[in-house]
């Protein structure tokens, strides 16, 4: 593994309920901009170190949060490696907290966040519902609709009549239908990235720290997360700042055509929207054919130079 571009702060608070939410930064200086990298379904900033590394190196104070259930942050039930959350808006009540409690208060002279995928919708529902002092957002693949093996209706109608069904015994919620502990997957046929390197890079993170491999999420999480995905898109109006949006075109995890329909509702004048046909979900982590254009465009969008 590769080192920080500087000594890493690793810290955690308390969010909702009192779990413990681990978070890190790498800071700058109490002038400097800083980006908040907010990551997505079963992803540790552990993960995001190349990431943070270039952000670093181009005068930001970064700074990282693992989700609750996820990552070095509190597991939410006895068996740690299934994805589960109670309530989404407990994902964005962390955030907030996060911002105001550890970002804010270093005085940075702008605020930016970068979210990917799940971690496109906590920004995104953060920024409808928070006040807020960030000044712009790039979402990267964000999940404002998931594609799912059989119609979304039916999807749900078994989900809600499994999780009632737990309830009612008092049992652990299950994975979902045909889900799974943590595997990990050869790099062929793979719907993350199409880059070997980076691909074996962050799989032996996961070897390598073996607390943070998280399986297939839960019903209760599936539910939460559909529901997450249509407030995004039926608010997309409450936003007010600048807004990046990078589609992967060969997405085969989150619905584009949500990610549209997002587009259509905000305001035209604060959205800028770039396809990458050939990119697979986890655009950042592509190979360099993608990945340079899309950090060129992020950083024209925030205005700096490499």
Same mark, same amino acid.
């Given at each position: 593994?590769?080192?920080?571009a500087?000594n890493?702060q #690793?810290?955690?608070?308390n969010?909702?309920?009192n779990?413990?939410?681990?978070?890190a930064?790498?800071q700058q200086g109490?002038?400097? /901009?800083a980006i908040?990298l907010?990551n997505g379904?079963?992803?540790?900033?552990?993960?995001?170190?190349d990431?943070?590394?270039?952000?670093?190196?181009?005068?930001f104070?970064?700074?990282?949060?693992?989700h609750?259930?996820?990552?070095?942050?509190?597991?939410l039930?006895?068996?740690?490696e299934?994805g589960h959350v109670?309530d989404?808006?407990?994902?964005? #009540?962390?955030?907030?907290?996060?911002?105001?409690d550890?970002?804010?208060?270093?005085k940075?002279s702008?605020?930016?966040?970068?979210g990917?995928?799940?971690?496109g919708a906590?920004v995104?529902?953060?920024?409808?519902?928070?006040a807020?002092?960030?000044?712009?957002?790039?979402?990267?693949?964000p999940?404002?609709?998931? !594609?799912?093996p059989?119609p979304?209706?039916?999807?749900k109608?078994?989900?809600k009549g499994?999780v009632?069904?737990?309830?009612?015994?008092?049992?652990?919620p299950?994975?979902?239908?045909g889900?799974?502990g943590?595997?990990?997957k /050869?790099?062929h046929?793979n #719907?993350?990235?199409?880059?070997?390197?980076?691909?074996?890079?962050f799989?032996e993170?996961?070897r390598q720290? /073996?607390?943070?491999?998280?399986?297939s999420?839960?019903?209760?999480?599936?539910?939460q997360? !559909?529901?997450?995905?249509?407030?995004?898109?039926?608010?997309?109006s409450e936003?007010?700042?600048p807004?990046l949006?990078?589609?992967?075109?060969s997405?085969s995890?989150?619905?584009n055509?949500?990610?549209?329909d997002f587009g259509?509702? !905000?305001?035209s004048?604060?959205?800028?929207f770039?396809?990458?046909?050939?990119?697979r979900?986890?655009?950042?982590? #592509?190979s360099d054919?993608?990945?340079?254009?899309?950090?060129e465009?992020?950083e024209k969008f925030?205005?700096?130079?490499?």
């Amino acid at each position: 593994m590769k080192q920080w571009a500087t000594n890493l702060q #690793e810290n955690s608070l308390n969010g909702i309920d009192n779990v413990s939410i681990a978070h890190a930064s790498m800071q700058q200086g109490i002038d400097s /901009p800083a980006i908040i990298l907010v990551n997505g379904r079963s992803e540790s900033y552990l993960k995001y170190q190349d990431i943070a590394n270039h952000f670093f190196d181009q005068g930001f104070s970064v700074y990282m949060l693992d989700h609750r259930g996820q990552g070095l942050s509190q597991r939410l039930l006895a068996n740690h490696e299934k994805g589960h959350v109670i309530d989404f808006n407990h994902y964005i #009540e962390d955030l907030a907290t996060f911002i105001d409690d550890v970002v804010v208060p270093n005085k940075h002279s702008n605020l930016f966040i970068l979210g990917h995928s799940m971690g496109g919708a906590i920004v995104t529902r953060y920024l409808q519902t928070k006040a807020h002092r960030i000044d712009r957002v790039i979402l990267a693949s964000p999940m404002f609709g998931v !594609l799912l093996p059989a119609p979304k209706p039916i999807i749900k109608l078994l989900a809600k009549g499994i999780v009632l069904t737990e309830q009612c015994l008092s049992a652990e919620p299950s994975y979902v239908l045909g889900g799974n502990g943590y595997e990990e997957k /050869p790099f062929h046929g793979n #719907e993350l990235t199409n880059d070997l390197s980076r691909y074996e890079g962050f799989s032996e993170i996961y070897r390598q720290y /073996p607390m943070i491999q998280l399986g297939s999420p839960t019903n209760v999480w599936l539910l939460q997360a !559909l529901k997450a995905c249509e407030e995004c898109k039926e608010q997309a109006s409450e936003i007010t700042i600048p807004i990046l949006l990078l589609q992967a075109g060969s997405d085969s995890i989150v619905d584009n055509r949500s990610q549209d329909d997002f587009g259509e509702a !905000l305001n035209s004048k604060l959205l800028s929207f770039i396809r990458m046909d050939d990119a697979r979900h986890e655009i950042l982590f #592509e190979s360099d054919s993608i990945r340079k254009p899309a950090f060129e465009a992020i950083e024209k969008f925030l205005e700096y130079q490499c």
